[in-house]
């Protein structure tokens, strides 16, 4: 069973950065799609970036510009760089790890990032 466990959630004044990461406890980073979703209270869950298998970044408009997705396929983990944080960007972070052809996926448990002054 792939466990994933997110880190680095804070709270942080807007304008500031926050890195956020996620560590697998298996080989999945290099073999998997992998996407933060977050969700603020009363609000569906948000794709808000994603690294390929092959690499590939994509990002939600309401963060490009601003969040940087990267991965250490050596360390098995994948971070999101969070910078010029807006008090909207306040949420519950999830890491997912996705098979690329859909046929199953791996979540972790969330961490709480907070952005106020």
């Known amino acids: 069973q792939v466990k994933l466990v997110e880190s680095g959630g804070d709270l942080v004044q807007p304008g500031g950065s926050l890195r956020l990461s996620c560590a697998a406890s298996?080989?999945?980073?290099?073999?998997?799609?992998m996407n933060w979703h977050r969700q603020a209270p009363g609000k569906q869950r948000e794709l808000v970036a994603t690294?390929?298998?092959?690499?590939?970044?994509n990002y939600g408009d309401s963060v490009k510009g601003r969040f940087t997705i990267s991965r250490d396929t050596t360390q098995d983990t994948v971070d999101l760089q969070m910078n010029s944080l807006r008090p909207e960007d306040t949420a519950v972070y999830y890491c997912?790890?996705?098979?690329?052809?859909?046929?199953?996926?791996?979540w972790g448990q969330g961490t709480q990032v907070t952005v106020s002054s």
């Open positions: 997912e790890a996705r098979d690329p052809m859909k046929r199953w996926n791996y």
């Open positions: 298996a080989t999945v980073v290099r073999f998997h799609d």
């Open positions: 690294i390929t298998a092959s690499g590939a970044t």
